[in-house]
C-alpha cells in the first residue's frame, strides 16, 4: 500500500506544477498585453523641427516680419498709375461689311489700341494709324463704360487723331500735359495702355534717347522723336508715355522690331508736338499749317532742294513771281523754281521744306533762297494759310 500512496503523490504533485506553470503564463501574458496598450496610448514623439534643432545647436532665427512695407520708389510707382490709369482709355474699332450672299450687313472687327482724355468735352487723343479706316470706334473709359466715338480731326503726317465722345463730365479725367523740351537720356518714363488688348497695362523704362526720326502714315517724317526702352506692344499705339511726375510728354506710336513684339525700341511723338496740333484739329479738323502756295513734286535725281512744280493762282508765291515746272507740246521741260533755303536754312528735300515751316505760321514773312535756271536768287513772301 505504501507503494501505490506513493504513485498517487507524484501523480497529484505533478499536477499541482501543471496547474501552478499554467496560471503563471496566463499571468504574463496578461502583463505584456496591458504593457503594449499602455505603449500605444501614450503619443508618438515628433522629430525636431528645423528651427528647434537650430536652437538646439545655438542658431537663432528671427521670425518673419507680417508687416508688408514698400520701398519709396514702388510707392511713387503705384501712386503714378492710380493717379493717371483714369485718363487712359481702351479703343477698339471695326469695318461694317454686307454679306455677299444674304446682303445682310454685318460689323467685322478691325483693331484696337489706346488712347487718352484730352479734356472734359470727350475729346479723345490716340495715333491716326489706330483709327485709319476704320467705319465705327468704340472708347472704352477706365470705369469700363463703353462709348461710340466719332473722328473730328487727324494729322496722318503727325500720326496723331482726335476722337470725341458724349460722355458726363464726371467721368472723363483730362491727363496732365508736361513738356518734352527738357527731356534727358536715362530719365525714368512710363507708358500706360492696352497690348494686345490687355487694358491698363503699366510698363516702366528709361528715355533712351532723343532726337530720332520716323516716317508717319502719311509718308512725312516726325521729328525729334523720343526714344524708350518701356515695353510698347500692338496695342500701347496712341496710349501716354509719362514722366516720373504723371505728366504727359509722350504719345507712343511705334515700335522697332523684327518680330513685332517689344524688343527694348519704342518711339513717342513728343508732347510739345501735340500741344499745337490737338488744338488745331479739335478746331479745325487738320492742321492749318503755313503754306507758300505751291505744290511740289517728287525729288528727281542730282538736284537737291526742293522742286515747285506748281503754283496755286492767287497765292503768295504768284505774287512774289515763282516759278512753276513747264512742259511745251513738244514734251520738253522747264524745271520751275529750287527752293534750297528758308530764312538761311538749307532746304535739301521736300521733307526739310515741310518740316521748317511748321516752325512759322500764317502771316509771318520769310526769305527763300532759290536756283532758277543756275542762278542763285532770293524774295520775301508772306506765309499762306494750308487749303
Given at each position: 500500500?505504501s507503494?501505490?500512496?506513493?504513485n498517487?503523490?507524484?501523480?497529484l504533485?505533478l499536477?499541482?506544477l501543471?496547474?501552478?506553470?499554467?496560471?503563471?503564463?496566463?499571468?504574463?501574458?496578461?502583463?505584456a498585453?496591458?504593457?503594449d496598450q499602455?505603449s500605444l496610448?501614450?503619443?508618438?514623439?515628433?522629430?525636431?523641427?528645423?528651427?528647434?534643432?537650430a536652437?538646439?545647436?545655438?542658431i537663432?532665427?528671427p521670425e518673419a516680419?507680417?508687416?508688408f512695407r514698400?520701398?519709396?520708389?514702388?510707392?511713387a510707382?503705384?501712386?503714378?498709375?492710380?493717379?493717371?490709369s483714369?485718363?487712359?482709355c481702351?479703343?477698339?474699332t471695326?469695318?461694317?461689311?454686307?454679306?455677299?450672299?444674304?446682303?445682310n450687313m454685318?460689323?467685322i472687327?478691325?483693331g484696337?489700341?489706346?488712347?487718352?482724355?484730352?479734356?472734359?468735352?470727350?475729346?479723345?487723343?490716340?495715333?491716326?494709324?489706330?483709327?485709319?479706316g476704320?467705319?465705327?470706334?468704340q472708347?472704352?473709359?477706365a470705369d469700363?463704360?463703353?462709348?461710340?466715338?466719332?473722328?473730328?480731326?487727324?494729322?496722318?503726317?503727325?500720326?496723331?487723331?482726335?476722337?470725341?465722345?458724349d460722355?458726363p463730365?464726371?467721368?472723363?479725367?483730362?491727363i496732365p500735359?508736361?513738356?518734352?523740351?527738357n527731356?534727358?537720356v536715362?530719365?525714368?518714363?512710363?507708358?500706360?495702355g492696352n497690348?494686345?488688348?490687355l487694358?491698363q497695362?503699366?510698363?516702366t523704362?528709361?528715355?533712351?534717347?532723343?532726337?530720332?526720326?520716323?516716317?508717319?502714315?502719311?509718308?512725312?517724317?516726325i521729328?525729334?522723336?523720343?526714344?524708350?526702352?518701356?515695353?510698347?506692344?500692338?496695342?500701347?499705339?496712341?496710349?501716354?508715355?509719362?514722366?516720373s511726375?504723371?505728366?504727359?510728354?509722350?504719345?507712343n506710336?511705334?515700335?522697332?522690331?523684327?518680330?513685332?513684339?517689344s524688343?527694348?525700341?519704342?518711339?513717342?511723338?513728343p508732347?510739345?508736338v501735340?500741344?499745337w496740333?490737338v488744338p488745331?484739329?479739335?478746331a479745325y479738323?487738320k492742321?492749318?499749317?503755313?503754306?507758300?502756295?505751291?505744290e511740289l513734286?517728287?525729288?528727281?535725281?542730282?538736284?537737291?532742294?526742293?522742286?515747285?512744280?506748281e503754283?496755286i493762282?492767287?497765292?503768295?508765291?504768284e505774287k512774289?513771281?515763282?516759278?512753276?515746272?513747264l512742259?511745251?507740246?513738244?514734251g520738253q521741260?522747264?524745271?520751275?523754281?529750287?527752293i534750297?533755303?528758308?530764312?538761311?536754312?538749307?532746304i535739301?528735300?521736300?521733307n526739310?521744306?515741310i518740316l521748317?515751316?511748321e516752325?512759322?505760321?500764317?502771316?509771318?514773312?520769310v526769305r527763300?533762297g532759290?536756283m532758277?535756271e543756275?542762278?542763285?536768287?532770293?524774295i520775301?513772301l508772306p506765309?499762306?494759310?494750308?487749303?
Amino acid at each position: 500500500m505504501s507503494s501505490d500512496f506513493k504513485n498517487i503523490f507524484r501523480v497529484l504533485g505533478l499536477l499541482i506544477l501543471m496547474a501552478l506553470g499554467f496560471f503563471a503564463g496566463v499571468a504574463w501574458t496578461n502583463k505584456a498585453k496591458a504593457t503594449d496598450q499602455e505603449s500605444l496610448a501614450e503619443p508618438t514623439a515628433q522629430p525636431q523641427s528645423i528651427s528647434e534643432k537650430a536652437q538646439d545647436i545655438g542658431i537663432d532665427r528671427p521670425e518673419a516680419d507680417k508687416t508688408f512695407r514698400l520701398t519709396p520708389d514702388e510707392q511713387a510707382t503705384i501712386n503714378l498709375f492710380e493717379g493717371a490709369s483714369p485718363s487712359v482709355c481702351f479703343i477698339t474699332t471695326s469695318n461694317v461689311r454686307r454679306d455677299y450672299f444674304t446682303r445682310n450687313m454685318m460689323e467685322i472687327p478691325r483693331g484696337s489700341g489706346s488712347g487718352f482724355v484730352w479734356d472734359r468735352k470727350g475729346h479723345i487723343v490716340t495715333n491716326f494709324h489706330v483709327v485709319k479706316g476704320a467705319n465705327r470706334l468704340q472708347v472704352t473709359l477706365a470705369d469700363q463704360t463703353s462709348w461710340s466715338a466719332e473722328l473730328i480731326g487727324a494729322a496722318p503726317e503727325k500720326d496723331l487723331a482726335i476722337l470725341k465722345i458724349d460722355a458726363p463730365r464726371e467721368k472723363l479725367a483730362p491727363i496732365p500735359v508736361g513738356t518734352s523740351e527738357n527731356l534727358l537720356v536715362g530719365q525714368a518714363v512710363f507708358a500706360i495702355g492696352n497690348p494686345f488688348g490687355l487694358d491698363q497695362t503699366l510698363t516702366t523704362g528709361i528715355v533712351s534717347a532723343l532726337g530720332r526720326e520716323i516716317e508717319s502714315v502719311g509718308g512725312i517724317p516726325i521729328r525729334d522723336v523720343i526714344q524708350t526702352d518701356a515695353a510698347i506692344n500692338p496695342g500701347n499705339s496712341g496710349g501716354p508715355l509719362l514722366d516720373s511726375s504723371g505728366r504727359l510728354i509722350g504719345v507712343n506710336t511705334a515700335i522697332y522690331s523684327p518680330s513685332g513684339a517689344s524688343a527694348g525700341i519704342g518711339f513717342s511723338i513728343p508732347v510739345d508736338v501735340v500741344r499745337w496740333v490737338v488744338p488745331e484739329l479739335i478746331a479745325y479738323g487738320k492742321i492749318k499749317r503755313p503754306s507758300l502756295g505751291v505744290e511740289l513734286t517728287r525729288p528727281l535725281r542730282d538736284i537737291e532742294g526742293a522742286l515747285v512744280y506748281e503754283v496755286i493762282p492767287g497765292s503768295s508765291a504768284e505774287k512774289a513771281g515763282i516759278q512753276p515746272t513747264l512742259i511745251n507740246r513738244y514734251g520738253q521741260v522747264r524745271l520751275g523754281d529750287i527752293i534750297i533755303s528758308m530764312n538761311d536754312v538749307p532746304i535739301k528735300s521736300n521733307n526739310d521744306l515741310i518740316l521748317e515751316l511748321e516752325k512759322y505760321k500764317p502771316g509771318d514773312v520769310v526769305r527763300l533762297g532759290l536756283m532758277r535756271e543756275d542762278q542763285e536768287i532770293e524774295i520775301r513772301l508772306p506765309l499762306d494759310t494750308s487749303r
